[in-house]
C-alpha cells in the first residue's frame, strides 16, 4: 500500500515562511503529477499547486508569487515553499500523487493525511 507523508506544516506569523514535503512511503514504479490542496475551515478544498513529472507548474491565482512547489523525482518527493504567508492562508494542506505501483498498474491518485499551516496576524 502507497502512503504520502507530508511534514513542514506549523505555527508561523504573516509574511514569515514554511516548506512542505511529501514523500510515498513503500514501493511504486512510477509517479506523475503531483500536487498541494488545501482546506480552510467552512470551506472548500481547493487546488493550491500542481506539477508534472516534467517540471510543469500550477498554480492558484491566490499563491502566485508567493508559493513554489517543486519536486525531486529520484526521492519521489514533492515541496512546497510558501512565502509571505497570509492569515487566509490557514488550511490543512494535503498532497496527492497519481501513482502507478507496477509498470502494468493502471494510475491511481493517493492522498496525505494532510499538515496543518497556521498563519497567525
Known amino acids: 500500500q502507497v502512503q504520502l507523508v507530508e511534514s513542514g506544516g506549523g505555527l508561523v506569523q504573516a509574511g514569515g515562511s514554511l516548506r512542505l514535503s511529501c514523500a510515498p512511503s513503500g514501493w511504486l514504479f512510477n509517479i506523475n503529477t503531483m500536487a498541494w490542496y488545501r482546506q480552510a475551515p467552512g470551506k472548500q478544498r481547493e487546488l493550491v499547486a500542481s506539477i508534472t513529472r516534467g517540471g510543469t507548474t500550477n498554480y492558484t491565482d491566490s499563491v502566485k508569487g508567493r508559493f513554489t512547489i517543486s519536486r525531486d523525482n529520484a526521492k519521489n518527493t514533492v515541496y512546497l515553499q510558501m512565502n509571505s504567508l497570509k492569515p487566509e492562508d490557514t488550511a490543512i494542506y494535503y498532497c496527492?500523487?497519481?501513482?502507478?505501483?507496477?509498470?502494468?498498474?493502471?494510475?491511481?491518485?493517493?492522498w496525505g493525511q494532510g499538515t496543518q499551516v497556521t498563519v497567525s496576524s
Open positions: 496527492t500523487a497519481d501513482v502507478r505501483r507496477y509498470s502494468l498498474s493502471a494510475w491511481t491518485n493517493y
